[in-house]
């Protein structure tokens, strides 16, 4: 949702498979493919991890590595505390994601609550 | 001289030689000040027990699948401070969170005996020593080591919380705000359901602000949609969320 605000708020256009699927160059985001590569290593490939984060490191600069980190982190975070709480949204904000939600699969994950 | 808990932090992000930002070390140092003292449910004691089974989970080489006993495979060494029933809990909200339900959450706590509040203190002490590892682990520097537990009794204050419509735990609602609250609550026309559900223990609202502001967005800049430190666009930001949230498989 705030990819997408974010997004809006400059004129630009973001495919939001880009999230879940392979992460292409694209002007919305850059450095895009270094990025996920960062976030899906450190989730499902740490032996890859290094490698990852040194590429990140080559196309941006170290604080930008550094703040990626940061970020993930801080998702590894927020994403406990709602699945740990029950944290669902209220009707009316499901409801305007609704076609986004379906289109990326999301309404298929056990956290799918109402 | 005795390490203290800022110093931990502190000597890990200074030996990285990485220009880690100051307030990013300033709330890891904060978070690990607070995890080994007396909370307000747990004392010392119990919040680094809760602290050593999330560390052991996040280093988990092949975790267990969710239906399975992490405290019957031997994952863990005994303690006498929590129950099995406990350890498993604290292990899955860390490695599975989200396979949770409620009927989960309902059986846990009858199997536990805990109170909604202390397993918000549960969460609160995971989201910090989960926040300080996976930075470590992203950024390629030394993880910090466990401070010592400190002696003292729980603060046990209790809040005006109520059963919450988008939540299993209650929360304190805007319109019964404490001065515990007001700092996460003052002039906001309304609160974010992720934000309220920690709401409980204000306590742990102080270490959800404190790492959220500085590892993400400060609180008051989130309006800006084009806010950035000089290095992540918003954009960028947004997309390591949506990214990570996604392999969570956290619909929030």
Not at chain 1, 95 to 113: C, H, I, K, N
Not at chain 2, 139 to 144: L, Q, T
Not at chain 2, 194 to 203: D, E, G, H, M, N
Request: charged share 20%.
């Amino acid at each position: 949702m705030m990819l997408r605000a974010s997004s809006s708020a400059n004129d630009m256009q973001v495919d939001l498979s880009l999230v879940r699927g392979e992460a292409a160059e694209n002007e919305a985001v850059d450095h895009a493919p270094e990025l996920a590569r960062l976030v899906d290593t450190s989730v499902s490939d740490l032996n890859s991890l290094s490698a990852a984060r040194s590429a990140l490191v080559e196309a941006t600069d170290d604080a930008t590595m550094l703040d990626a980190a940061a970020v993930v982190a801080n998702f590894e975070m927020m994403t406990r505390i709602a699945d740990g709480t029950g944290t669902c949204h209220p009707s009316e904000r499901l409801e305007s994601m609704a076609e986004m939600t379906t289109s990326m699969g999301l309404d298929q994950f056990v956290s799918a609550r109402s | 001289m005795t390490a203290t808990p800022s110093s931990i932090v502190e000597e890990c992000h200074a030996a990285s030689e990485l220009p880690i930002r100051a307030d990013l070390t300033a709330a890891h140092a904060h978070v690990w000040e607070k995890l080994a003292a007396p909370g307000t449910w747990w004392d010392g004691g119990e919040r680094l027990a809760i602290a050593e089974i999330v560390g052991a989970a996040l280093d988990d080489p092949v975790p267990i699948p969710p239906w399975e006993s992490p405290s019957l495979s031997g994952r863990f060494s005994r303690n006498a401070l929590l129950s099995s029933e406990l350890q498993d809990a604290i292990y899955r909200l860390t490695v599975h969170a989200g396979t949770l339900t409620e009927e989960w959450y309902s059986k846990m706590r009858d199997a536990t005996g805990i109170t909604p509040q202390q397993w918000v203190e549960v969460i609160e002490v995971a989201i910090s020593v989960t926040s300080v590892f996976r930075f470590s682990q992203l950024a390629g520097i030394e993880r910090p080591a466990f401070p010592s537990p400190i002696e003292g009794e729980p603060l046990r204050q209790e809040q005006p919380s109520k059963p919450a419509k988008h939540h299993w735990v209650p929360v304190v609602h805007l319109e019964d705000m404490t001065p515990e609250l007001a700092p996460f609550y003052d002039g906001l026309p309304a609160v974010p359901p992720v934000i309220r559900a920690l709401s409980s223990v204000p306590s742990a609202m102080d270490t959800l602000a404190t790492l959220s502001s500085a590892q993400y967005i400060p609180t008051r800049e989130m309006i800006d949609l084009d806010w950035t430190r000089g290095t992540l666009s918003r954009r960028q930001i947004e997309f390591v969320a949506g990214r990570l949230s996604a392999h969570r498989e956290c619909f929030y």
